[in-house]
C-alpha cells in the first residue's frame, strides 16, 4: 500500500502507542482480550494508549464485550482504514494472534508481541497444502516479531518447522500459558458467567466448538455452513429441557448459520468472552480444534464429535492423531448427545 510506504518513513514512532489485532480485526475474543484488559486495568500502563483492531461487521460485538466488562479507554479502529494504517506505521508496541497485512513491513523499534491462536492439531505451513499460498506471509510476520509466545513445546517445535524461521528469527521464545486460559481459572468469574447462562430449569451446559471448514473445490459459496446447521437442527430436537448447548460459530461462517429456529442451542453470548463461556459449561464437543488443548486444563469432559473424519483428513492433514487423543469420538448426533450425559471415563493425565 503506497500510503502506508509514506507514513513509515515520514512518521516516529509513538513510544506509548499499542495495537492490538486479533485475527485481523474477526472478532475480539482470545488473547488478545484478555491483553487489552490487563493494559487498562493494570496501573502500571496507565500511560499507554490502546488501539484494538475491528472489522465493520465486528465493531458492534467488541464495543459489548469491553462494555459488559467495565473496560475504558480502549480505541476501536477499523482494519485497513487511514487511522490503522498510520497506526501501522507509528505504534512501538503491536500485539497479533494470527498476522497483520501482507503490505506491514516491521519499522526499526517496534517491538512485535505474537502469541498465535492455538496448539497445532491439524497440518500447517508447508504441510498444509490447501493453503499454501498463505505461509509466506505467516513466514514473515513470526520471523521479524519482538516476542513469539508458545502455549508448550509442541506448538514451538511445530510452528518453527512448518514455517521454516530456523535460523531466520531473532525472536524470543516465550514458553508460557496463553493469557485466554486464565479465564478457566477465574472461578468468580466463572460463577458469575455461570448464573446468567442457566435459565429457570437448566441443569446441564454444554459448549460446541468446531472448526473451521473451508468448501471443498468447485462447492458453491451458498452451502457454507450446511453440515453446522443439519446437526444444530438434530441435537436441538434431541436435548432435553434442563440441557442448554452453546455454539461458538467462526466469524466466517456465522452469517450463514440462524439460531432463530433452535431451542435447546444458543450461540455464545457476546456480553462474555469465548473462554469465560466455555469455562463455565460442563463439557466441551470439538472436532480437531486446538480448543480441546486448552478446555483439556479444566479435567472436565471433552467429545470429539468427527462426521467427517476420513474427508477433513485427507484434505487437510493432521500433525497428531486424533487416535492418540484420550477423549471419546463420536461420528453422529446421537452418539453425541450420548456421550455428553455420560460421565468422564477416560484418562488425560498425558
Excluded at 8 to 19: A, Q, S
Excluded at 120 to 143: C, F, I, T, W
Excluded at 219 to 236: K, S, T, Y
Aim: hydrophobic fraction near 40%.
Amino acid at each position: 500500500m503506497v500510503r502506508y510506504r509514506q507514513l513509515w518513513r515520514e512518521l516516529p514512532l509513538d513510544d506509548n502507542c499499542v495495537l492490538i489485532e486479533s485475527q485481523q480485526g474477526r472478532t475480539p475474543n482470545g488473547n488478545m482480550f484478555y491483553i487489552a484488559e490487563e493494559l487498562r486495568r493494570n496501573p502500571a500502563y496507565a500511560n499507554l494508549e490502546v488501539w484494538f483492531v475491528v472489522k465493520d461487521s465486528s465493531l458492534d460485538s467488541a464495543k459489548i464485550l469491553f462494555e459488559a466488562h467495565g473496560i475504558e479507554g480502549v480505541n476501536f479502529v477499523e482494519i485497513n482504514s487511514d487511522e490503522y494504517v498510520k497506526l501501522l506505521a507509528s505504534a512501538k508496541y503491536l500485539v497479533t494472534d494470527t498476522t497483520f497485512p501482507t503490505y506491514y513491513m516491521r519499522k526499526e523499534g517496534q517491538i512485535i508481541w505474537n502469541t498465535w491462536h492455538g496448539t497445532p492439531l491439524k497440518s500447517m505451513g508447508r504441510y498444509d497444502e490447501e493453503d499454501l499460498h498463505k505461509l509466506g506471509n505467516v513466514q514473515k510476520n513470526l520471523a521479524m516479531s519482538t516476542y513469539l509466545t508458545f502455549a508448550n513445546d509442541h506448538s514451538y517445535r511445530h510452528m518453527v518447522d512448518a514455517y521454516m524461521i530456523e535460523g531466520i528469527s531473532e525472536a524470543e521464545v516465550l514458553l508460557a500459558g496463553y493469557p485466554r486460559n486464565d479465564a478457566l481459572f477465574d472461578s468468580e468469574r466463572l460463577t458469575t458467567v455461570r448464573k446468567s447462562l442457566l435459565d429457570d430449569g437448566v441443569k446441564s451446559l454444554y459448549a460446541y466448538m468446531p472448526t473451521w471448514r473451508p468448501l471443498r473445490k468447485g462447492v458453491p459459496g451458498r452451502f457454507r455452513g450446511i453440515d453446522l446447521m443439519h446437526h444444530l437442527l438434530l441435537l436441538d430436537d434431541m436435548l432435553r429441557d434442563d440441557e442448554v448447548m452453546y455454539v461458538s460459530v467462526h466469524p466466517m461462517e456465522r452469517k450463514f448459520v440462524s439460531f432463530e429456529c433452535l431451542d435447546h442451542i444458543k450461540e455464545f453470548p457476546e456480553q462474555f468472552e469465548t473462554y469465560e463461556v466455555l469455562g463455565a459449561c460442563d463439557v466441551l464437543a470439538t472436532d480437531y480444534s486446538s480448543v480441546l488443548f486448552d478446555f483439556a486444563c479444566t479435567r472436565k469432559k471433552i467429545v470429539q464429535f468427527l462426521y467427517d473424519r476420513i474427508s477433513y483428513e485427507k484434505h487437510r492433514g493432521m500433525v497428531l492423531s486424533v487416535d492418540d487423543m484420550p477423549f471419546p469420538k463420536v461420528s453422529t448426533a446421537e452418539e453425541l448427545i450420548a456421550e455428553l450425559r455420560s460421565p468422564k471415563e477416560y484418562n488425560d493425565e498425558a
